[in-house]
């Protein structure tokens, strides 16, 4: 088998040498096999495995090569790493693994190369090529990994209710890569992952989110979402957006599943902007106030300020999830708050001061929402669907002009407090605070243009109202 680019080639022969050197066998697994076989290679982290000690091997790839690689060794792991010209490579030990029931981590001996094949999550994982004198560059394939590879199929080397149960964290990795290369899980498996689903509580929250967090950053994140949807994991980890599951009828009026109208913005948003995964986060939370605030009124289904109560949810959901409490957590929240604010906005007889509001509140992050807002929009009706992306883009055009004109996305106010300061010979007080959101105010309904003159002026009388005085 040809291993790919020069530098790689370059790698695996020192490789080669190296292991020749302390006689330990080595082979290249893992990732790197699997997406070589799939022609994706670019300059994927390199995986290799050697029948003895990893880090030993390591060592004497650094030895032999110029510059020496400084080694990051891992003695916990029994593993190592070093980087050649940007390319990382890994190095491990053969292994075999037994498990005890409450915990993924497993006690782990000396193994042979079919021991450690036979612990790895899947066929198309389990691939290793040679690196020895006699067989190098031979594609060794216990359990047909590469007719799986061709049948884009996800199947685990072993019995897959052992092999899920050992390490739970394996279901979500079935359905990352399942989302990520476009596989199917096989029928078995997937049952396995059914009837395990539960065993997901012994996985860390910084696991599964890792692997949730690659489902939503793939292409089509659906696939991943309906998967751990039918597994019954995303019940699990994220009930919010099963809740939104279901379509109900009364008078012969029904509203839409919100849960498959979730999957639909969350793809249609990630064809729109690529590698975005707290936009992303935010297509998925976006109505799931609404689980909460149906009502069936007589102009038919209502979800009354499900944006507010939706926005309300998401510091709980980013706590529980381990997600980062700042901007991130923020960003979605107010995502959220005004994922509706745009489509009120939309018609003629909306103020332009209402718009400033919105340049205002939202500043950079108004491009990101008015993407959401057109990801919204799932209606199947062309005639609809046309008619309501022609309004946002109407509107867009509006937000546009106003911004050119009054610049109020990263507004800073025109008088500062420290003119306020001199002006009026005052210290700081509660009176600056209001003459600066007076002015604020004004520039944003309109009152006034935001300019510094006319700022002056404002600040001037607002002053006197307050009984100061300049001096
Ligand atoms: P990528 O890096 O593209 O996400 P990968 O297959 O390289 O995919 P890694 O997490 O880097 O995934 O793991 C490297 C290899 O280690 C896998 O291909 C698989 O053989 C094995 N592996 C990783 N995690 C597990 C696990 N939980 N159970 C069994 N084998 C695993
Ligand atoms: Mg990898």
Known sequence: MNLSSAIQKKI????????????????????????????????????????GEGIKLAQEVSKNMKPHPKIKIFRRFGTAMLKCENQKIEFVGSRKESYHFYSRKPFIRLGSLQDDQNRRDFTINALAISLNRDN????????GGLSDLKKKILRTP?????????????????????TQLQFTIEEYSFKSIQKNKNRINIVSTERIIEEFNKILLSEKPSIGLLLLYKSGLLSIILPELTLLKGIEKKNGCKHK?????????????????????????AALLHDIGKAYTKNFT????????????????VPNIFQRLKLPKGG?????????QYSYKPIALIGNQISDSAIRRLLFDLGKDLEDLMKLCIADITTNNIEKRKQYQKNIYILMERIQKL???????????????????????????????IIKNFIKDSILEGKISNDFHSAYLFMLKKGEELGLKKK
């Open 12 to 51: 695996f022969h020192i490789v080669s040498f190296s292991a020749q050197k302390i006689k330990q066998d080595s082979y290249v697994v893992g990732g790197y096999v699997r997406d070589f076989l799939l022609g994706k290679i670019k300059s994927k982290d390199v995986d290799i495995l050697t029948i």
């Open 136 to 143: 190098y560059g031979e594609l060794i394939d216990p359990f």
């Open 158 to 178: 072993l019995n897959s209710d052992i092999t899920y149960s050992d390490d739970p964290l394996r279901m979500m990795r079935a359905i990352r890569f399942a």
């Open 257 to 281: 599943d919100n849960f498959y109208h979730t999957l639909q913005v969350v793809d249609n948003i990630s064809q729109v902007k690529t590698n975005s995964l707290w936009l992303r986060w």
């Open 298 to 313: 007589k102009i038919g289904w209502s979800f009354h300020a499900h944006e507010f109560v939706g926005s309300k949810m």
């Open 328 to 336: 991130p957590m923020k960003y979605v929240k107010k995502m959220i």
């Open 403 to 433: 911004e050119e004109k009054d610049r109020i996305q990263n507004w800073k106010s025109p008088i500062s407090g420290n003119d306020i300061m001199k002006t009026f010979q005052i210290d700081p007080c509660k009176e600056i605070g």
